[in-house]
């Protein structure tokens, strides 16, 4: 089977898809990126596929988790369904430049549970977050690492 990327691409920036697409195609010819979504979703280039699920509380976090197989890349901003992957033992990275691994899972999980109850009592959640030029060149670097890894 053909090396797979999916992305998780409800919240997943544009840059971060038009990356991938694009490196995939120029140096991962036999790869395969696979969008799984609620809807369809834009992306300047053409070379990939797109599932779209009926819309549903991680429909597409559940698509991703049956389908993927150690070996295949995620690319998700979602810790809880990263904790998953993880646990399947599949290279999961966020759209900032996050690597998850068994060693860092539960710290990332536990700094997501304690904003979520900064958010709910008022003391937090409420900043816009925007996406830089820095973060997609983080993402880049920790992208390409992982490829190396995954090809290695």
């Known amino acids: 089977m053909a090396f797979r990327i999916f992305i998780d ?30 809807k369809e979703i834009p992306c300047q280039e053409k070379d990939f596929e797109m599932v779209v699920l009926e819309k549903g509380k991680d429909s597409a976090d559940n698509w991703i988790l049956e389908n ?31 690597s998850f691994t068994k060693e860092n899972i539960k710290d990332a999980v536990d700094d997501r549970n304690f904003d979520f109850q900064l958010a709910m009592i008022g003391l ?16 880049i670097k920790c992208f390409q690492d992982q490829i190396k890894k995954l090809n290695s």
């Open 9 to 38: 691409a409800d919240s997943c920036p544009r840059a971060v898809r038009d990356y991938t697409i694009r490196y995939t195609k120029s140096y991962l010819p036999s790869a395969k990126v696979i969008l799984a979504a609620n």
């Open 68 to 98: 993927a197989i150690p070996g295949d890349l995620i690319i998700t901003k979602d810790i809880l369904f990263a904790e998953k992957l993880v646990n399947k033992e599949i290279a999961v990275i966020n759209d900032r430049g996050k």
């Open 124 to 139: 937090g959640g409420s900043k816009k977050h925007s996406y830089s030029k820095k973060n997609l060149d983080d993402f």
